[in-house]
């Protein structure tokens, strides 16, 4: 069964301590690892897709990697605005939608 | 640009009581559509997902229905809701021709069953 789990489910950072979080998965021949940012009571926002191993994204203070089993979404000097859940998902082997890891929710104090 | 509206934000409902949830994505034709929902703990669970007008494909047997009766159109309903259908629903789009690429979320509509 395809699947998606992410860790840790809870990460708790003081203004500009640096982290990461981590999504593996184990469906094959992916196509593609999406990341999202989710704030309380509102839907899935996209970040990044990365498709194959080695690829990195960033944005701001942001940056999403890739291996062949798991991808990192690292934060660097994170402020409390990037206080959020962050959830990823891939494409099951068969299927049109995506598949989403529970989600690490980030909480960022100053 | 495209965007993605459900309504309603919020609804309490009895058990037993219908549901209907309504869902349309503007400034793109021939979306493919899909419903999750999200319950705490469990992450997103997708419930139905749709092709076309009136395609509709269910991942999860359930006391929900989907119906797709317009291209950019698409309606979560239950005929008698139970405690167990509480929950934040959401509506996502992707363009069609395309077998993966990322899903765009709507806001959601968070239903609490009484």
């Known amino acids: 069964e395809d699947q998606v789990t992410q860790s840790p489910e809870a990460l708790r950072l003081q203004e500009g301590e640096s982290s990461s979080l981590n999504c593996s998965y184990t469906v094959s021949g992916l196509r593609g690892l999406f990341w999202y940012r989710q704030d309380p009571g509102k839907g899935p926002e996209f970040l990044f897709t990365?498709?194959?191993a080695g690829e990195e994204k960033e944005k701001e203070r942001l940056k999403a990697t890739l291996t062949k089993k798991e991808s990192f979404l690292h934060i660097t000097a994170p402020k409390p605005e990037d206080s959020a859940t962050y959830l990823c998902a891939v494409p099951p082997e068969a299927g049109t939608a995506l598949i989403f890891g529970k989600g690490t929710t980030l909480s960022v104090s100053s | 640009s495209q965007t993605i509206h459900q309504w309603p934000a919020t609804l309490v409902q009895p058990v037993g009581s219908p549901l209907s949830l309504e869902c349309t994505v503007e400034?793109?034709?021939?979306?493919?559509l899909y419903w999750y929902r999200q319950a705490a703990g469990r992450g997103l669970q997708l419930l139905f997902y749709s092709v076309g007008i009136g395609q509709i494909s269910s991942e999860v047997p359930q006391n929900l229905s989907a119906s797709r009766p317009q291209d950019r159109q698409f309606i979560l309903s239950s005929k008698k809701l139970l405690l167990s259908d509480s929950g934040f629903y959401l509506c996502?789009?992707?363009?069609?021709?395309?077998?993966?690429?990322?899903?765009?979320f709507g806001e959601g509509s968070r239903l609490t069953v009484l």
């Open positions: 990365l498709y194959s």
């Open positions: 996502a789009w992707r363009v069609r021709r395309e077998d993966t690429g990322e899903l765009f």
């Open positions: 400034g793109t034709s021939n979306p493919n």
